[in-house]
């Protein structure tokens, strides 16, 4: 196998493979999750404060990962949580009542319900590459005189389009402009990347770079800018560890 | 127990049963099935004005409502009425930099005065003291002198 193959694509079906579909965990983690659950009296109690009883689609999702925990172990991005969200919905059959001395459920069910069953590359697109850009940091981590200016510039060259932030003499301004480059590249899908674990990658090899000038993470970001000129979409690279 | 007390101890609360259903923004919206209020009754002012400061919160640890009656607002209340009244009924020039008026601001909650303002609140409410524009009126003349008897009395 070629330093510069794509191993994921080859193993695509040619559908996939011919519409660039997204590949994403997001996909994978709804696919597992129950088309229907019956919401439990204790779900409802749990999930409420001390004195107010409240219950939305968010907590009966807690729930769900709860229960499910030995098959998801993903955390979930604030932007990943909330296109979640938006695949369920409550549905209320009959006129349910929760007494809270007993703590049952009567009169009625509650389910949640599975509305959606697979994200479109529009609604994953925007969040692409964003759990490795968090990485990254705040530009005050790259101020003051031992900041790893050559790193940030090297990378800037790697990335391109950054003339302005390479001849700047703020590590901030430098960091900002890395991501923001970064940013415009998943958005605009300029390097035709179409795996969202692989762009969560980027931000991490970028910052394993210039802060601990770990090589491997370097030629990992050479070898993908590589690739971008094969004309071809992007799911994974043979990486160096 | 002063007499507001115990208005406050007769009130009751609500059973903890919620009705659910699906609000607006696609979360669970839940409601009190039967919602307690303490009972109405109009003939008494006193009643009324402790009834107002009753109220509830939902106690999810106890699995029950537990009720407040802020009987000590409900006391304010009463002494700010008996206050207006003076002012506006007093032949004084100035009443409110009367020596009365001095007293009147001193009175506490659960003090030994209590018991009198309590009624003579509900006598100013039964008659409409406030409504009586003739400062001669023998009702008026009554809060006057009573209010002087129990200065009288209780700053010995």
Redesign the interface.
Known sequence: MGVFDDHKLEKLDWMTAMTETIESHLNDLLSRLPDRTLVSPQA??EA??????????RSAMHELNRQHQREINYYLSYEEERLLLECF??Q?TG???????T?T?TG?T?EVVKIKNAFSDEELQPIMGQRGLEELGRGRDYTGPDAPFERMNEILDILGGCQEALSSRSGKKKINAIRDRLKKIFTTNEWRIRDMALADKVGKWVKGYISEGNLADLTNLCKLKVMTHNNMPIYSVKEEQ | MNELDKIASSFGVS????????GSH???E?EV?NEYSPPIVTNDPVYAIVRKQWNE?????R??FTKYVDTKTAYRAILDTVKEVYNAKSPLKNPSQSVMYQWLCKQEYNGPTMPGFIGLYRYIINNQIGDIRDKNDPRVKNVLAVLELMKEKHEA
Do not use: M
Request: glycine share 8%; proline share 4%; with cysteine.
């Open positions: 409802i109690i409420s404060s001390s004195s107010y009883l409240s219950f939305s689609v919905e409550f209320v006129e349910p009542e929760l007494d809270l001395r703590g459920l009625g509650i | 059973d903890p049963v919620f009705k659910i259903k699906l696609g979360d669970l839940f099935k919160s939902l106690d999810k640890g699995k029950c």
